[in-house]
């Protein structure tokens, strides 16, 4: 069975960097589009971006001009740069693949303090 396998998590100050990657663990073929979600403590989840298969990347206004995600097709791999942090980026962060089926990652860990 897929797995999607996130890292890159933690604790940094506001205005600070992350990097998420998010791999899956073996070769997906026809993905379409791969993208980062995130959920607060007591809030929805909701879309961070996206980006499909000739790059078109979709943002969330909250994190448009920060954040920036791009893929590795050939190594079904998802990446998210994340500057300028803030608080209100605390949450926890989830990757998706979208083909023939719908893979999830697990989650990891975004702490931001102020």
């Known amino acids: 069975q897929v797995q999607l396998v996130e890292s890159g998590g933690g604790l940094v100050q506001a205005g600070g960097s992350l990097r998420l990657s998010c791999a899956a663990s073996?070769?997906?073929?026809?993905?379409?589009?791969m993208g980062w979600y995130r959920q607060a403590p007591g809030k929805q989840r909701e879309l961070v971006a996206t980006?499909?298969?000739?790059?078109?990347?979709n943002y969330a206004d909250s994190v448009k001009g920060r954040f920036t995600i791009s893929r590795d097709n050939a190594k079904n791999t998802v990446y998210l740069q994340m500057n300028s942090l803030k608080p209100e980026d605390t949450a926890v962060y989830s990757c998706?693949?979208?083909?023939?089926?719908?893979?999830w990652g697990q989650g990891t860990q975004v702490t931001v303090s102020s």
């Open positions: 980006i499909n298969r000739s790059g078109g990347t």
């Open positions: 073996e070769i997906i073929f026809s993905i379409n589009v």
């Open positions: 998706n693949m979208v083909g023939s089926s719908i893979y």
